[in-house]
Antibody, heavy 120, light 109 residues
Framework: EVQLVQSGAEVKAPGESLKISCKAS????????VGWVRQMPGKGLEWMGI????????RYSPSFQGHVTISADNSITTAYLQWNSLKASDTAIYFC?????????????WGQGTLVTVSS | EMVLTQSPGTLSLSPGERATLSCRAS???????LAWYQQKPGQAPRLVIH???SRATGIPDRFSGSGSGTDFTLTISRLETEDFAVYYC??????????FGGGTKVEIK
């Protein structure tokens, strides 16, 4: 069974750094794209970026390029989403999701979401 | 950049009724790369339709997708109580961003 298990909720102050994780199991991690999706409070889904763990190919939405970093550690089948300097507007739920095949492909499995709260 | 516009914003229907949700693209879309997702409160999204008309694994046949070019439709033939949720369309091409529509909420009337 494919599973994506995300790290727990975080509360951070503006300007702080953060790295959240997405632990994959039930499939060959290096051979499927893993993406990240933001959902701000009460709002819709925003596609942030996607990574192919097999060769570290990363593609970002222009809206998020330069503000977040997507990475992965194949040895522990885990994907990451990282911020160097959080803003209050980063408050949201962040989902990781698996692309079922090569690009293009939809997201067929999703993590449970990580709530990130940025507040002074 | 591709923009997907979903309508209506909210659909108020009773169980047993038919739901018709629209997704309009700002430019022509390869229908092989159009998906629909369902999201219930407090849950992650779930893939419902891919390739514009193919049901994902475990999705009941009351869900169907259609369309081509710039206009796509998700139809739920007879609403069950578990179908009341927010539905998002997505174009999953090869060039970022892989845009989502703004969502349609299907609520109980």
């Amino acid at each position: 069974e494919v599973q994506l298990v995300q790290s727990g909720a975080e509360v951070k102050a503006p300007g702080e750094s953060l790295k959240i994780s997405c632990k994959a199991s039930g499939y060959t991690f290096a051979t499927k794209w893993v993406g990240w999706v933001r959902q701000m409070p009460g709002k819709g889904l925003e596609w942030m970026g996607i990574m192919y763990p097999g060769d570290s190919d990363v593609r970002y939405s222009p809206s998020f390029q330069g503000h977040v970093t997507i990475s992965a550690d194949n040895s522990i089948t885990t994907a990451y989403l990282q911020w160097n300097s959080l803003k209050a507007s980063d408050t949201a739920i962040y989902f990781c999701a698996r692309g079922w095949s090569g690009l293009p492909s939809p997201f067929d499995s999703w993590g449970q979401g990580t709530l990130v709260t940025v507040s002074s | 950049e591709m923009v997907l516009t979903q309508s209506p914003g909210t659909l108020s229907l009773s169980p047993g009724e038919r739901a018709t949700l629209s997704c309009r693209a700002s430019q022509s879309v390869n229908s092989r790369f159009l998906a629909w997702y369902q999201q219930k409160p407090g849950q992650a999204p779930r893939l419902v339709i891919h390739g514009a008309s193919s049901r994902a694994t475990g999705i009941p046949d009351r869900f169907s997708g259609s369309g081509s070019g710039t206009d796509f439709t998700l139809t739920i033939s007879r609403l069950e109580t578990e179908d009341f949720a927010v539905y998002y369309c997505q174009h999953y091409g090869t060039s970022p961003p892989l845009t989502f529509g703004g969502g349609t909420k299907v609520e109980i009337k």
